[in-house]
């Protein structure tokens, strides 16, 4: 089993930064895809973004050129760096992780097998 621990969401202004961590624990996650998606109020939850065990990264239109995931295998982490931030982005993020993703991007909830219980993150304007 791997358990998933979220970190590092807040309010923050429009414009601002902010970096979620996700820290991985019960197994080593190395192999595995990880992706972050968020759920807005009142909405879906979406996917925010990905990368497999190699680094290839993969993002939403949304987040394309402002939010950055990377991972650290020895310290099985993985993060989500925020840039620019805006009012639309105010949602909980969640990390998870897939074991064997059949195909990149894995963008669908259905490819993950261990999910986090999320962060809250919350843009003012």
């Known amino acids: 089993q791997v358990q998933l621990v979220e970190s590092g969401g807040r309010l923050v202004q429009a414009g601002g930064s902010l970096r979620l961590s996700c820290a991985a624990s019960g197994r080593s996650v190395n192999g595995y895809a990880m992706g972050w998606f968020r759920r807005a109020p009142g909405k879906e939850r979406d996917f925010v973004a990905d990368?497999?065990?190699?680094?290839?990264?993969h993002y939403a239109d949304s987040v394309k050129g402002r939010f950055t995931i990377s991972r650290d295998n020895a310290k099985n982490m993985v993060y989500l760096q925020m840039n620019s931030l805006k009012p639309e982005d105010t949602a909980i993020y969640y990390c998870?992780?897939?074991?064997?993703?059949?195909?990149?991007?894995?963008?669908?909830?259905?490819?993950?097998?261990?999910w986090g219980q999320g962060t809250q993150v919350t843009v003012s304007s």
């Open positions: 998870a992780a897939a074991v064997s993703p059949a195909m990149y991007p894995v963008n669908r909830e259905s490819e993950y097998d261990y």
């Open positions: 990368i497999s065990w190699s680094h290839n990264t």
